[in-house]
């Protein structure tokens, strides 16, 4: 069983940044993906960013503003983003895979105008 916290989530105006941070019980090393999604009221579940394989793949909506980074030693998975917007405000979700899917229980993120 893999437990994930989510954590970093907070209101910011736009233009700004956050890190969300996703801390993981177990070794990030035996996930074979690692990514984070997002749910804006009203809408279904996106993908905000996911790496497996060796490669990471963003939305359009985010690419050259978000980026997802690692801490092994930490178990732990961040994502920075940065020169955020009123559309960017979402629940984030952290994702990662070992066979089964596992999620964390979520941060929300406001971005004002």
């Known amino acids: 069983q893999v437990q994930l916290m989510d954590s970093g989530g907070g209101l910011v105006q736009a233009g700004g940044s956050l890190r969300l941070s996703c801390a993981a019980s177990g070794s990030i090393f035996s996930f074979d993906a690692m990514g984070w999604f997002r749910q804006a009221p009203g809408k279904q579940r996106e993908l905000v960013a996911l790496s497996s394989g060796g490669s990471t793949n963003y939305a359009d909506s985010v690419k050259g503003r978000f980026t997802i980074s690692r801490d092994d030693a930490k178990n732990t998975v961040y994502l920075q983003m940065n020169s955020l917007k009123p559309e960017d405000t979402a629940v984030y979700y952290c994702?990662?895979?070992?066979?089964?899917?596992?999620w964390g229980q979520g941060t929300q993120v406001t971005v004002s105008s």
């Open positions: 994702y990662v895979r070992r066979g089964l899917a596992y």
